[in-house]
């Protein structure tokens, strides 16, 4: 049952968050990294120094002493003491970053500037709801707005201590309590986030929140618009309304790309047949599950299982994109 007090649980529930990597960053003048997209939510808490980030598309930010970037889903970026500084490539100052290992990593000259604390989370991306993929590719909750919060700053002072020394069991310690610090980051974040993003509307509307979860939990069912409308509590008209309003679009495309995501990561690590994959994922027919999935990623699901097609590109302007069932019909 969608519980709007506690959202941030259901949205993280399938992710089955795991240690992945965790590394103390010793910061020198000149330092600078680039990170290309990584499978994994990373984060970024500066203790000493200044920072500046910039994305892929430009957009830049600065962190001071004490606050926390998120990076959800393992966004492209750049981070260094100023925004011309020429950045190392990650991969190759920590080339093996398993999960489980632990770095420190000296940048830049003498003297030296600052020090941050870094992590990579792994989660299971198949499980991912598609309102987490809403998410910004950067979050920043500030230090101001941590030390508003009565858990995270005891938290983020354990790390800084286990780390610093280096007692027994300090690897596991530490894994353990960057998943905490992503939590409760995330938690900080989705506070201040601004209202109108479509994750923020979702989370506060309870009506909407409740047919999310359903979708979510039994995407493989025959829904319809008229199932949909009744556990919200409203009309066929006004529900297939208020869900494109918040969540920005229809039911039924949102439940689709939902059913798709699942199908393609079994068709990518799985050797279960199309028909078998076609029927988890709520297609009465292997026939169904190939024109939906060409629709969406331009490919078949047997030219994704071929090597030289592993990496796909989705589209999001597909045809289908802007269409409804009528209110009886399965979505």
Avoid at 121 to 146: H, K, M, N, S
Avoid at 156 to 180: G, K, P, Y
Wanted: net charge neutral; glycine share 8%; with cysteine.
């Amino acid at each position: 049952m969608w519980d709007p007090d506690d959202a941030l649980s259901h949205l993280l529930r399938p992710l089955r968050l795991r240690g992945a990597y965790v590394s103390d960053w010793r910061l020198g003048r000149g330092w600078a990294v680039r990170g290309e997209p990584e499978p994994r939510a990373l984060l970024h808490h500066i203790r000493e120094g200044h920072a500046v980030i910039r994305l892929a598309n430009g957009e830049t930010d600065t962190l001071h002493p004490g606050d926390l970037a998120i990076f959800p889903r393992g966004a492209a970026h750049v981070i260094a003491e100023k925004d011309d500084a020429v950045p190392q490539q990650i991969d190759r100052l920590l080339p093996d970053r398993t999960p489980g290992s632990t770095d420190v990593l000296d940048l830049g000259t003498e003297p030296r500037t600052g020090s941050m604390l870094c992590a990579g989370l792994d989660y299971e991306a198949a499980g991912e709801y598609p309102l987490y993929r809403t998410l910004p590719d950067l979050l920043i909750v500030r230090a101001d707005a941590i030390e508003a919060d009565r858990t995270l700053p005891g938290i983020l002072a354990c790390l800084a201590i286990e780390l610093d020394e280096q007692r027994s069991s300090t690897r596991a310690v530490a894994l353990r309590l960057f998943e905490l610090i992503y939590i409760l980051g995330l938690r900080c974040a989705l506070k201040s986030m601004d209202q109108s993003a479509p994750i923020s509307r979702a989370l506060a509307h309870p009506a909407i929140g409740r047919v999310l979860i359903a979708m979510y939990e039994d995407f493989a069912r025959d829904w319809s618009i008229t199932d949909l409308a009744t556990i919200a509590g409203m009309s066929r008209a006004s529900f297939a309304a208020t869900f494109k309003k918040i969540v920005g679009e229809t039911p039924a495309r949102h439940l689709r790309r939902h059913r798709l995501a699942r199908a393609r990561d079994l068709i990518e690590t799985t050797n279960l047949s199309q028909e078998s994959i076609a029927k988890s994922v709520g297609y009465q027919s292997n026939v169904g599950l190939h024109l939906a999935f060409r629709t969406e990623f331009g490919l078949t699901p047997g030219a994704l299982r071929r090597p030289d097609n592993a990496r796909l590109h989705s589209r999001s302007d597909s045809p289908a994109a802007g269409t409804s069932p009528r209110s009886g019909e399965p979505l």
